[in-house]
């Protein structure tokens, strides 16, 4: 299918289709709020639909020579936090409390999945199963990293609390999820797997619309770099009780705190959604999830299968990553972003030991 014909087609379905998915997605709460005893909500910030178009130039990283390179703007090294300056006097605050999140409605081996659907999962017979790509020892890239909503941003520093006036959105690719995306990127590259790093704002400067936008920029990217395999939408999540008291999930490796992860995959069993391959997708969410909690135990949150599609179908290997909530530090998210770049790695040299032997 022609590039246009295909972004035609994305845009009409998420327009008819994203509402549903969203409400669907909201009634199952991604947070497990049930298992917390009520009261948490999830925001759901960094995949709700409100807002506009792309900006028209925002920057974009392309391949060269065998690494992503990236904005001048992007800090190379570790973290630098910021000073808050503001006057804060009369301000009310609100907790933030620290959560590890691990059971849900399913689990196998060393890790559990959230299932939202009726679907009834044989999660071993997913996990023997192939990925949908073939791995290649290539300097061509392997590994698109994206962001929908690049401006979703975190805390600076872990107070245990926030002010009212706490806005996690941040136009400065040195202090949003873009941060993230550069760890996993810069990771690859030191495990000699090249990706592409895609650091446009797609929901700025209005955000309706964003998917829209990072639908566009995938195609482009696929078309430019064909040997593309694995597509990570990475965004950060939000999870607020009624009480406006945000919860952290976090966990602790090598005396190292990080942010805990959230693989999403959709499905497509009803066909709602020109989403043929999601099985596929199943697959590596679930490589990838597993081998998350085997080098990093503790690190994800339950994988969330659900009824929504998100630009999962535009190829085979498309997932979403929520890394941390706007409760997590900078720190602790790019600590995961480091974290997921090996678990990638893992997954993609595993795969590349199994085409080996049954070759042999």
Known sequence: ?????????????????????FAVFCIYSRTDSLLRGGGLRSVAASLSMYGGTSSAESVSSAYSGGTASRSEDVQSTAVTKRTDTSDHRGEKTFLVTESLFRESNMSYDNFYVKNSTDISLDIGRYLRAPLPFEYENTTEPQVLIVHTHATESYMDYDLGYYYESFYPRDTDDNYNVVRVGKAICDTLQKNNIASVHCITHHDDPQYYGAYDNSAQSILEYLNKYPSIKIILDIHRDSITTDDNEKIKPTFTYNNKKAAQIMIMCGNDNNGYYDFPDWEQNLSLALKLHKNAE??????????????FMYNMNLAPGSLLIEVGTDANTLEEAVNSGEMLGNVIAQTLTQAQKNETDIQE
């Open 1 to 21: 299918m022609k590039v246009s014909e295909k972004i035609c087609k994305t845009t009409v379905l998420s327009t008819a289709f994203i509402m549903s998915a």
């Open 294 to 307: 085997t080098l990093y135990p503790g690190m994800t949150r339950p994988l969330y299968f659900g009824n």
